[in-house]
């Protein structure tokens, strides 16, 4: 049975840190990439990050370029996705999914998420 749980997640004030979780289980984790997303009310879901199946190749969207690191734990069966110098505009749920998402974790199934708020 598949399964991604995101945590890590919580309040922090602007310029602090997060460092986001994602263990996944029911696939054979160290075969795939890995991306995670977030999406803020209102908003689409985007893409953030992604890192390929050895954790050799990483890449980021500009937006979070040089503030966000994403790492993978294939022992663990872990993603994680360190998070400085966070800006309110960076709240949202954060999700994680293997690439391709559809194939490997089946149409439509995303993990619970983990929620980033930025206040001060």
């Known amino acids: 049975q598949v399964q991604l749980v995101e945590s890590g997640g919580g309040l922090v004030q602007p310029g602090g840190s997060l460092r986001l979780s994602c263990a996944a289980s029911g696939f054979t984790f160290s075969r795939y990439a890995m991306n995670w997303y977030r999406q803020a009310p209102g908003k689409e879901r985007e893409l953030v990050a992604g890192?390929?199946?050895?954790?050799?190749?990483?890449n980021y969207i500009s937006s979070v370029k040089g503030r966000f690191t994403i790492s993978r734990d294939n022992a663990r069966n872990t993603v994680y996705l360190q998070m400085n110098s966070l800006k309110p505009e960076d709240m949202a749920m954060y999700y994680c999914r293997p690439v391709p998402g559809d194939y490997v974790v089946g149409r439509g199934y995303w993990g619970q998420g983990t929620q980033v708020t930025v206040s001060s």
């Open positions: 890192i390929s199946a050895a954790g050799s190749v990483t």
